[in-house]
C-alpha cells in the first residue's frame, strides 16, 4: 500500500528567504506526482505535475523536482512572500489508479 | 477557465439526516473522482467514475454512501444517515484521461459538512 509522508508538518519562516518543503513515498513504481496548494477552508489548487520520466518542473518561483528511485520529491520556493502562506499537499499516482496524499505542510510566511 | 463546480458550498445538518452534494466536472472530463478531507488531513478517495461507471468504491462506506453518475457528466454523493464522524470536506476533482494516469487532475471548492 502506497504511503506519503511530508515533512515539516508546519514552516514559517521570514518574507524573502527561499525554502524547501519535502514528500516521500513507499512504492516507486508511480505514473506521476502532483503538488498541490490549499488555502484555509477551500478547495485544491493544482501546482506542478511531474510525470515519472521527469526529474523536474518548473513554474515561476516554483521548482519540482522527482527522484522515483528513493521515493521522494521536493518543492523549491524562491524569495517567498506573504501570499505563499498555505497548505501544500503532494500526491502520487499509479497508473489509472487515485491519488495518494500527504498530510501537508502548513507554510507561514512572515512579513 | 474552465472549472469544476460544486454545490453547496456549506452544509450544516443534524445527526441522523440525509445530505446529498452536486459537482459537475470539466466539460469533457472522463474520469470524476469524490474525495473526503478530514481536517489536518490529505484528502482520500471515496470514488472514481469512469463516464457513469464506478471504477474504484473499495473505500466508500457503502452502508450510508451512494455514488451516481447516471449520464457519465455531473454527479451526486449522497450520505444517510449521516454521523457525527462524517463532518469533513468532500472534494470533487476531474480529469479527462481515459485510461492512463499521466493527466492533472482539477478540484473544485469542495463541500464543508458539519454534522451537528
Known amino acids: 500500500k502506497q504511503e506519503v509522508t511530508q515533512i515539516p508538518a508546519a514552516l514559517s519562516v521570514p518574507e524573502g528567504e527561499n525554502l524547501v518543503l519535502n514528500c516521500s513515498f513507499t512504492?516507486?513504481?508511480?505514473?506521476?506526482l502532483q503538488w498541490f496548494r490549499q488555502d484555509p477552508g477551500k478547495g485544491l489548487t493544482s501546482l506542478l505535475l511531474?510525470?515519472?520520466?521527469?526529474r523536474e518542473q518548473t513554474s515561476g518561483r516554483l521548482n519540482a523536482s522527482l527522484d522515483k528511485s528513493s521515493g521522494r520529491s521536493t518543492l523549491y520556493i524562491a524569495a517567498s512572500q506573504p501570499g505563499d502562506s498555505a497548505t501544500y499537499l503532494c500526491?502520487?499516482?499509479?497508473?489509472?489508479?487515485?491519488?495518494?496524499f500527504g498530510q501537508g505542510t502548513r507554510l507561514t510566511i512572515n512579513p | 477557465e474552465a472549472e469544476v463546480a460544486q454545490s453547496p458550498r456549506y452544509k450544516i445538518t443534524e445527526k441522523s439526516q440525509a445530505v446529498a452534494f452536486w459537482c459537475d466536472p470539466i466539460?469533457?472530463?472522463?474520469?470524476l473522482y469524490w474525495y473526503r478531507q478530514i481536517l489536518g488531513q490529505g484528502p482520500e478517495l471515496l470514488v472514481q467514475?469512469?463516464?457513469?461507471?464506478?471504477?474504484?468504491d473499495s473505500q466508500l462506506p457503502k452502508d450510508r454512501f451512494s455514488a451516481e453518475r447516471l449520464k457519465g457528466v455531473d454527479s451526486t454523493l449522497k450520505i444517510q444517515p449521516a454521523e457525527l464522524g462524517d463532518s469533513a470536506m468532500y472534494l470533487c476533482?476531474?480529469?479527462?484521461?481515459?485510461?492512463?494516469?499521466?493527466?492533472?487532475?482539477?478540484f473544485g471548492p469542495g463541500t464543508r459538512l458539519t454534522v451537528t
Open positions: 511531474i510525470q515519472s520520466s521527469q
Open positions: 512504492d516507486s513504481a508511480i505514473y506521476n
Open positions: 500526491a502520487v499516482r499509479k497508473g489509472a489508479q487515485k491519488l495518494v
Open positions: 466539460s469533457g472530463h472522463a474520469t
Open positions: 476533482a476531474s480529469s479527462p484521461d481515459l485510461t492512463g494516469g499521466g493527466y492533472e487532475q482539477y
Open positions: 467514475f469512469q463516464d457513469e461507471s464506478v471504477v474504484d
